[in-house]
């Protein structure tokens, strides 16, 4: 069992920047693929970020070039550094995690993920 808890949240102009942290316990997450997500209200959880124990990245087109995902192994987290903020990101923002999978692809997938946290909320004013 893993469990996750996200941190970082907040108000933030657009533009601005946010860092979200996701801690994660109960077992290390080095072989674990990791991933964020968000849903904005009225609306469903859509991918933003994941990445593989291989470090690979996979990004939603919407926050490519402007987010990154990175984790460290040793300190057991994931984070996501969110920069040039819009209105249109604001969502709750949750992390996750699997350990068996069949292809990167379907990292992109919330179906893919065995574990999540609570969430976080990201509110962009304009």
């Known amino acids: 069992q893993v469990q996750l808890v996200e941190s970082g949240g907040g108000l933030v102009q657009a533009g601005g920047s946010l860092r979200l942290s996701c801690a994660a316990s109960?077992?290390?997450?080095?072989?674990?693929?990791m991933g964020w997500f968000r849903q904005a209200p009225g609306k469903e959880r859509e991918f933003v970020a994941a990445?593989?124990?291989?470090?690979?990245?996979y990004y939603a087109d919407s926050v490519k070039g402007r987010f990154t995902i990175s984790r460290d192994n040793a300190k057991n987290t994931v984070t996501l550094q969110m920069n040039s903020l819009k209105p249109e990101d604001t969502a709750v923002y949750s992390c996750?995690?699997?350990?068996?999978?069949?292809?990167?692809?379907?990292?992109?997938?919330?179906?893919?993920?065995?574990?999540w946290g609570q969430g976080t909320q990201v509110t962009v004013s304009s």
């Open positions: 996750a995690a699997v350990r068996v999978y069949n292809s990167d692809y379907l990292l992109r997938s919330s179906a893919a993920y065995d574990y």
């Open positions: 109960g077992r290390a997450i080095s072989d674990h693929a």
């Open positions: 990445m593989s124990p291989s470090f690979s990245t």
